[in-house]
């Protein structure tokens, strides 16, 4: 079992930076891909991006690349979402999971979830 608690989220004006923190319970956390994926009112839960477990492959969305960064620090069991250029259309819940394969991730399945954190972005 892997728990997954987010946070960093808040209100940021457009053009802001703001950045999200994922910590993970678990020792094995480095043999994880790592992902990130919003979810706006009314709308269906999307991909924003992954980091496989060296750190050593992302991959994001069209919509954040060149604005969104992800990170891990394995001493810390941590993931971050580092988020620039920030636009009302960002506005969403947004949710750190966990899972073996990135595969399993970018196609938006991983077995793993957090609770999500708001994050706001005023125009």
């Known amino acids: 079992q892997v728990q997954l608690v987010e946070s960093g989220g808040g209100l940021v004006q457009a053009g802001g930076s703001l950045r999200l923190s994922c910590a993970a319970s678990?020792?094995?956390?480095?043999?994880?891909?790592m992902g990130w994926f919003r979810q706006a009112v009314g709308k269906e839960r999307e991909f924003v991006g992954a980091?496989?477990?060296?750190?050593?492959?992302?991959d994001y969305a069209d919509s954040v690349k060149g604005r969104f960064t992800i990170s891990r620090d394995g001493a810390k069991n941590t993931v971050y979402l580092q988020m620039k250029s920030l636009k009302p259309e960002d506005t969403a819940v947004y949710y750190c999971?966990?899972?073996?394969?990135?595969?399993?991730?970018?196609?938006?399945?991983?077995?793993?979830w957090g609770q999500g954190t708001q994050v706001t972005v005023s125009s």
């Open positions: 678990r020792r094995t956390f480095s043999s994880y891909v």
């Open positions: 980091i496989n477990w060296s750190g050593g492959r992302t």
């Open positions: 999971a966990a899972d073996r394969l990135l595969r399993t991730v970018v196609a938006g399945a991983p077995q793993y």
